[in-house]
């Protein structure tokens, strides 16, 4: 079945570094992939997106690339604050089938980011 | 829009009362899904509806648990009964049926907690 790996955390870095953190995936097909953020006693809500091989999402400074060829979608900020800390999810979306409004997460990076 | 819209936003009740979450999708949205998060399991999907239709249910856990769809528009989880184990935060997310929009909208949550 469907699958993300996300690296794991917590990542702990100081403002204005830059940020990566890793996202693989197993899935058959082409499915689309997602980057959600969850602010501390908040619901999850979608930073970026991408739905197809060499797409860039990008938003609020940070990118993420679709890479077909090595099933990835690594998160990066050239120049994190501390109001990015938070917890990442990597997600995909099949691109059919019975599960295709299902979401796949990965396990979830904390980031912490100090003055 | 008012988004999604969960209620009640915290709960704590004894160990064998039922509980009853309630969940007010983003009007339009074909799709609703439930989740739990939890520290030792990260975020796990429980059930989703398409159509008010159940799609898969294989995330719930076991027969304690249940979910309904009466109407396009209200949702529930009802726990019978309550166990310590199943303290946890429970959100709710809808989804339009568009392949251009497949990006999944998250409520606040409900914190449980069963003592």
């Known amino acids: 079945g469907d699958s993300v790996t996300q690296m794991e955390g917590p990542v702990t870095l100081s403002e204005e570094a830059f940020l990566t953190i890793n996202c693989t995936y197993t899935a058959t097909g082409y499915p689309s992939l997602f980057w959600y953020v969850q602010y501390p006693g908040e619901g999850l809500q979608l930073l970026l997106k991408?739905?197809?091989?060499?797409d860039k999402g990008s938003n609020k400074g940070f990118e993420a690339t679709y890479r077909k060829e090595t099933t990835s979608f690594h998160l990066e900020k050239g120049s994190v604050q501390v109001s990015d800390s938070a917890v990442y999810f990597c997600a995909l979306r099949p691109a059919g089938g019975t599960s295709y409004g299902k979401l796949t997460f990965g396990q979830g990076t904390i980031l912490t980011v100090h003055p | 829009d008012a988004g999604v819209i969960q209620s009640p936003r915290h709960e704590v009740t004894e160990m064998g009362q039922e509980v009853t979450l309630r969940c007010k999708p983003i009007s339009g949205h074909d799709y609703l899904f439930w989740y739990r998060q939890t520290m030792m399991r990260g975020l796990e999907l429980l059930i989703y509806?398409?159509?008010?239709?159940?799609?898969?249910d294989s995330g719930m856990p076991e027969d304690r648990f249940s979910a309904k769809m009466p109407n396009a528009s209200f949702s529930t989880l009802k726990i019978q009964p309550s166990e310590p184990r199943d303290s946890a935060v429970y959100f709710c997310a809808s989804s339009p049926s568009g392949r251009s929009s497949l990006e999944q909208y998250f409520g606040p949550g409900t914190r449980l907690t069963v003592t």
């Open positions: 991408a739905t197809k091989a060499d």
């Open positions: 509806f398409n159509n008010n239709v159940p799609i898969d």
